[in-house]
């Protein structure tokens, strides 16, 4: 069992930036694939971005060249660095584990779901 915990998330106004981090209990962290999601009010939760064990990241059209993911494997610990954040980046986000970047892109493919952090963009 992995557990998730998510933290960083606030009220922001469009255009500002905000770190969100999501601590995990596994031993064998740097093992997985780390991700994030979001889920809007009234809509689907859908993929933000990932990290392989490696290193390697793949990101959503919708972040791309905003969002930054990281992760460190010593503090088994991975980071969302946000920024030129719009109204429509509010959601709640949610910390994701999978096998592989593959994988993990699709809500089906998450073994382990943190329970999320909101994050508020003001126009």
């Known amino acids: 069992q992995v557990q998730l915990v998510e933290s960083g998330g606030g009220l922001v106004q469009a255009g500002d930036s905000l770190r969100l981090s999501c601590a995990a209990s596994?031993?064998?962290?740097?093992?997985?694939?780390m991700g994030w999601f979001r889920q809007a009010p009234g809509k689907e939760r859908e993929f933000v971005a990932a990290?392989?064990?490696?290193?390697?990241?793949v990101y959503a059209d919708s972040v791309k060249g905003r969002f930054t993911i990281s992760r460190d494997n010593a503090k088994n610990t991975v980071y969302l660095q946000m920024n030129s954040l719009k109204p429509e980046d509010t959601a709640t986000y949610y910390c994701a584990v999978g096998s592989n970047t593959v994988t993990i892109r699709i809500v089906g493919g998450v073994d382990y779901w943190g329970k999320g952090t909101l994050v508020t963009v003001s126009s």
């Open positions: 596994a031993r064998t962290f740097s093992s997985y694939a």
């Open positions: 990290v392989s064990w490696r290193g390697g990241n």
